[in-house]
């Protein structure tokens, strides 16, 4: 069974950071993509940042030069450092992973973290 597990959420005021951390655990053999979105109220939910295995990484225009996204794969984990937070980054944050597994063929699916609340107010 596999789990995503996440942290590191809370509330800061605007221009303040947070780091969101997104643990990968089952038993998969690789990891294709990791990477994380972002649900606002009577938002739809909508990319933020995404690392694939090569070790390319896409930030939504919104995200970019503020919103760092790295991995260990070591840990099977992806953080999200998030600097000068906006009342508009203001969004439950989910952790998505598509990963690899064996079981006499190789096959590949798409997970969810649980979400995580980010709050930026004054």
């Known amino acids: 069974q596999v789990q995503l597990v996440e942290s590191g959420g809370g509330s800061v005021q605007p221009g303040g950071s947070l780091r969101l951390s997104c643990a990968a655990s089952g038993s998969f053999i690789s990891i294709n993509n990791m990477g994380w979105y972002r649900q606002a109220p009577g938002k739809q939910r909508e990319l933020v940042a995404q690392?694939?295995?090569?070790?390319?990484?896409t930030y939504a225009d919104s995200a970019k030069g503020r919103f760092t996204a790295s991995t260990d794969y070591a840990k099977n984990t992806v953080y999200l450092q998030m600097n000068s937070l906006k009342p508009e980054d203001t969004a439950v944050y989910y952790c998505?992973?598509?990963?690899?597994?064996?079981?006499?063929?190789?096959?590949?699916?798409?997970?969810w973290g649980q979400g995580t609340q980010v709050t930026a107010s004054s």
């Open positions: 998505n992973a598509n990963l690899r597994f064996y079981r006499g063929w190789y096959y590949s699916n798409d997970y």
């Open positions: 690392i694939l295995s090569g070790g390319t990484t």
